[in-house]
């Protein structure tokens, strides 16, 4: 949005980066705080990083949901925090 309110032009790397930012933090579109605005710029996005966001989106959740390389260990400690 503030590309676009200030004219700048958005390059192909940075859509893509922006497009798999939206996508992870909507979870592809379904998480309860999507906005309509969220998947109108991602769908933008997408055009200009020359990817279907779908698909894209799709593929990269996958891959992050990839547990096949973690050890034992290493999984269960994946979301803990340590507090000092």
Do not use: R
């Not at 497009?19 to 109108?40: G, M, R, W």
């Not at 990269?60 to 390389?69: F, H, I, Q």
Request: with cysteine; glycine share 6%.
């Amino acid at each position: 949005k503030l590309y676009k309110e200030n004219g700048v032009e958005i390059k192909k790397d940075i859509a893509g980066l922006m497009l798999s930012a939206i996508i992870s933090d909507s979870l592809l579109f379904k998480s309860p705080t999507c906005t309509e605005e969220d998947v109108k710029a991602a769908k933008e996005l997408a055009a200009i990083a020359g990817v279907d966001a779908d698909s894209y989106g799709l593929d990269m959740l996958k891959a992050g949901a990839d547990l096949s390389a973690k050890t034992i260990p290493q999984l269960l400690s994946l979301d803990a925090k340590e507090f000092t």
